[in-house]
């Protein structure tokens, strides 16, 4: 009985992942993209008003210590972008 | 009396703008000293670097307004200070916050900052949000600008801030959306670093950077009603009887007009008046009646009013209450 209850919890889960995957990556690509027009001054694009920038900055120290951690876990993206949309 | 520079919808904004030079010192000092005389509360504030205000009202003038008559208050924004002050405020919201980012030498970078292309343009935007923030305690305030690039400049960062907050707002939104959207399926997700484990907020209410963004642009809106709005603002363009002033004026009035900010009035300052004829000013006299009809033509719909050029420098009251009387209700044209 266990065991069936487990082979279906572990197919729930599969199908929750499945189902978010894609908007997990828009979300971490929307994260950096918003990220990246802040500190956009750093990198050489125009960025938004300097008094805004600045306020923000403070409330954004755990989403970019979050971006650190995934950067540094990240290694191959495009292999990431492939398996979602199923190239192998 | 002309209606668009007493109060009508609240208190009055005044903008005086124009050339370096060309006296819009003099014609804000003066404005402000005929209103104040006419019993409006007025402050007249000098934002311009190189600050001459108190030395045509004969006065030494700080940031704190200072009483010059009953009813006028002025005072003198130094935009170097207020620089400083406002990087040094950021310096340590920052700091506090980056803490583990010492590395990176935080000091140097703000060092740098402080030079950095627009800081000047934001600080006098700030400055002027601030005043206008309070603006309820006065009757009328009277800007003396800075010459005119750096005006038109902050004059139109309301609006391009406006655009920039809106974008930033949109990316945030779809960003907390998508957050709920996976909490919902997957439950909250919990991150950890360095041993402190955190959540990210997912609701607009309680995202502080959504909050810093909504605040951020509900007071660069109010500072865009303010300017934009014709009951409360209107801009008075000072220039001398010359070519460039006049073309300086004319892209002036143009870009005005693209960010919705109501020029009404331009002064033509030092217009010489001869009872007779000199012949070695007979050149300067044509060139100035040409400028004078340019003036006519290019600015329909808009009033203007000359000043004559007087054998002495006006300064001190007494100058500037006659002046005030001849921009408030005479000499139109």
Do not use: C
Request: proline share 5%.
């Amino acid at each position: 009985m266990q065991k069936i209850k487990d082979f279906l919890r572990g197919f729930g889960e599969a199908f929750r992942h499945q189902s978010t995957e894609f908007i997990e990556f828009e979300l971490r690509e929307l994260e950096n993209v918003f990220a990246l027009i802040l500190m956009g001054s750093f990198i050489g694009i125009p960025s938004p008003p300097t008094t805004l920038v600045m306020r923000l900055m403070p409330h954004m120290v755990k989403e970019i210590r979050v971006m650190e951690s995934r950067a540094v876990n990240l290694d191959d993206v495009f292999a990431e972008v492939a398996g979602m949309f199923d190239i192998d | 009396m002309r209606e668009y520079l007493v109060p009508k919808e609240g208190f009055r904004v005044l903008f005086v703008i124009g050339k370096g030079g060309v006296g819009k010192t003099t014609t804000s000092a003066s404005i402000a000293v005929g209103l104040a005389e006419r019993g409006y509360k007025t402050l007249i504030v000098s934002l311009d670097p190189a600050h001459n205000l108190g030395d045509v009202l004969m006065e030494k003038l700080s940031d704190k307004p200072k009483k010059i008559i009953d009813n006028l208050y002025a005072s003198e924004l130094d935009m170097e200070k207020l620089i400083k002050a406002y990087l040094k405020h950021l310096e340590k919201n920052l700091k506090n916050m980056y803490r583990y980012l010492t590395v990176i030498n935080l000091e140097k970078y703000f060092e740098v900052l402080s030079y950095s292309p627009g800081i000047e343009e934001y600080a006098t935007l700030e400055a002027i949000r601030e005043i206008l923030g309070e603006g309820d305690k006065w009757d009328v305030i009277v800007f003396d600008t800075p010459p005119t690039g750096l005006t038109l400049r902050v004059l139109a960062l309301p609006r391009i801030s406006l655009i920039w907050a809106d974008k930033l707002i949109d990316i945030r939104r779809k960003i907390l959306e998508r957050r709920r959207a996976i909490a919902k399926i997957k439950g909250e997700e919990e991150y950890e670093i360095d041993g402190e484990k955190f959540k990210l907020p997912k609701d607009e209410a309680e995202d502080p950077v959504m909050k810093e963004l909504l605040q951020y642009r509900s007071e660069v809106q109010f500072v865009e009603d303010v300017i934009t709005n014709p009951n409360k603002t209107s801009v008075v363009a000072v220039m001398n009887p010359e070519m460039l002033p006049l073309y300086e004026t004319e892209r002036a009035y143009e870009s005005l007009r693209k960010f919705n900010v109501p020029l009404r009035l331009i002064v033509v300052n030092k217009v010489i008046q001869l009872r007779e004829e000199i012949p070695e000013l007979k050149v300067k006299m044509e060139a100035q009646k040409k400028v004078l009809e340019e003036v006519e033509r290019k600015f329909r719909g808009i009033e203007v009013i000359k000043l004559p050029m007087f054998a002495e420098e006006p300064r001190g009251l007494e100058w500037l209450k006659k002046l005030g009387g001849m921009i408030l209700e005479g000499g139109g044209s």
